[in-house]
């Protein structure tokens, strides 16, 4: 299956704007679009996991430790930080060939760090 993506209510909408325009069959959906206003971490989480997307998200002070703990009871289908410093030009080539290349299956219970592509699995990938 292929990857599809869940901003995070603090991802620049420049990142999903200009992923979606650049391959108009990627799925990337909005924070708005998912109403994500007020969900806390394990929320989101919790819908990322229930909807089958990936998380993309900058939030690298609360976001690795709620991932740990979510996925300690669950499955997630895994969670993208993006530097908020990196250009966006950078973030959509990395985010590009994660669609590009990449099945679903291979992102389970990882928390992978962008642009570095460094991953950290979580527990058993089923």
Same mark, same amino acid.
């Given at each position: $299956? =292929?990857?599809?993506? /869940?901003? *995070?209510?603090?991802?620049?909408? %420049?990142?999903? !704007?200009?992923? $979606? =325009?650049?391959?108009? /069959?990627? *799925?990337?959906?909005?924070?708005? %679009?998912?109403? !994500? ?17 990936? !998380? ?71």
């Amino acid at each position: $299956m =292929r990857v599809r993506y /869940q901003a *995070d209510n603090d991802l620049r909408k %420049a990142i999903v !704007l200009g992923l $979606m =325009r650049r391959e108009q /069959q990627v *799925d990337f959906r909005s924070s708005q %679009a998912a109403h !994500l206003d007020g969900k806390s971490d394990a929320e989101v989480l919790a819908l990322t996991a229930t909807e089958g997307r990936i !998380l993309v998200s900058h939030d690298f002070q609360t976001m690795p430790k709620q991932f740990l703990q979510f996925t300690r009871r669950q499955i997630s289908p895994g969670v993208l930080l993006i530097r908020q410093d990196l250009p966006v030009a950078e973030a959509l080539e990395s985010l590009f060939m994660i669609w590009h290349i990449s099945e679903m299956d291979e992102w389970k219970n990882r928390l992978c760090l962008i642009p570095s592509l460094a991953t950290i699995a979580i527990g058993s990938v089923t």
